[in-house]
C-alpha cells in the first residue's frame, strides 16, 4: 500500500524533526520547473533552488517555488549571499525556507533572522502585493502571522565557523544548521576530499556537539556511503546531490548499461 504524501509544509518538517524523522532533498541547478516538479513528484521532501552556484534569476524563482509546490516538496531557496534582499526576495516568492551559504559568526546568524522574519522577530521588508501574500488576496495580519513560519538554515561551512558553532546554534529564529562538506573541506586544508575520515569526524562531531542546542542538523551528500552514520549522529536534513548530476549519472549508468546489453549480439 502506498504510504500518503507528507504535506512538506514548514509546520510538518518541524513535526517530522521533532518525531525524529529525517527528511530528503536535492539541489536545482537549471531554471527548467519540470525537475522541481519531478523532485516533488518522485517523492522528494524539499528541492533546494540553488541560486549561490545555479542559473536561476528572481523571476525564475517564481516558477520554481510554484512548481515544486505543485508536486507537493518544500521549496527552499539557497540565496547567494548573507543579503537581506536576497532573503527577501526568495520568501516574497513565497519559498517555504531559505539557506544561505558561509555563515561563520552570531552576527552573520543574527543577520538571517533579521532579514527572514517580520516584526517582532525580525526586519523584513515589508509588501503584501507578493506572490506569497497571493498578490494582496491573503488579508494582511494574516499573511503577516503566516509568514513568520519559515524554515531558516544557515551553512556552517568553514573553520571561522566551526569555532563560532556553538553561539551560531544558539541564536533564536534560527533553525537548521547545515554543514556543507565541500566548503569545509577547502578550509580543513583538504580540499575536495569530503571522504576523507577527517571530515566524518568533523561533521559528525560537530552533530553531535549542536544537537542539544536544540538545533535540527543538516549536510549535503552525493553518495549514500555515511548516511546512515551522519543520521546517527543526529543529522536530519539532508541535500543529496543535484538536478545535472542525478541526470548525469542516469545517463552515464544508462549509456554503460545499454552498450553492455548490445554487446552479445553484435
Ligand atoms: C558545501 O558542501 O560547501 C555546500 O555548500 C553543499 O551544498
Ligand atoms: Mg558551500
Redesign the pocket.
Known amino acids: 500500500m502506498e504510504m500518503p504524501k507528507p504535506d512538506n509544509t514548514p509546520r510538518d518538517f518541524r513535526q517530522r524533526f521533532a518525531d525524529g524523522e529525517c527528511v530528503f532533498g536535492t539541489?536545482l541547478k537549471t531554471t527548467d520547473p519540470a525537475f522541481a516538479e519531478t523532485a516533488a513528484l518522485a517523492g522528494l521532501d524539499f528541492v533546494?533552488i540553488?541560486t549561490?552556484?545555479g542559473l536561476a534569476s528572481p523571476a525564475d524563482l517564481h516558477n520554481l517555488v510554484r512548481a515544486a509546490q505543485a508536486g507537493g516538496a518544500l521549496p527552499v531557496v539557497?540565496v547567494a549571499a548573507n543579503r537581506p534582499e536576497l532573503i527577501q526576495t526568495a520568501l516574497d516568492a513565497a519559498a517555504g525556507g531559505v539557506q544561505v551559504?558561509g555563515v561563520s559568526s552570531v552576527a552573520d546568524a543574527r543577520a538571517v533572522a533579521r532579514a527572514a522574519y517580520f516584526s517582532p522577530k525580525g526586519q523584513r521588508g515589508v509588501c503584501r502585493y507578493v506572490r506569497a501574500a497571493r498578490y494582496s488576496a491573503t488579508p494582511a495580519q494574516d499573511y503577516f502571522a503566516a509568514a513568520q513560519d519559515v524554515l531558516t538554515i544557515v551553512?556552517i561551512?568553514g573553520k571561522e565557523a566551526l569555532e563560532a558553532a556553538d553561539e551560531i546554534a544558539a541564536v533564536e529564529g534560527i533553525d537548521i544548521c547545515?554543514?556543507?562538506?565541500?566548503?569545509?573541506?577547502?578550509s580543513l586544508g583538504i580540499p575536495g576530499e569530503?571522504g576523507h575520515p577527517k571530515m566524518l569526524e568533523a561533521i559528525s562531531g560537530l552533530a553531535r556537539r549542536l544537537r542539544p542546542k536544540g538545533k535540527i542538523l543538516g549536510?549535503?551528500l552525493d553518495d549514500t556511503g555515511n548516511l546512515a552514520a551522519f543520521a546517527e549522529a543526529g543529522i536530519q536534513y539532508f541535500?543529496y546531490g543535484t538536478d545535472v548530476g542525478l541526470f548525469h549519472d542516469a545517463c552515464a549508468n544508462l549509456a554503460a548499461d545499454l552498450r553492455k546489453t548490445a554487446a552479445p549480439n553484435r
Open positions: 539541489f533546494i540553488d549561490e552556484h539557497r551559504p551553512h561551512e547545515f554543514i556543507g562538506p565541500w566548503d569545509l573541506s577547502q569530503v549536510t549535503f541535500g
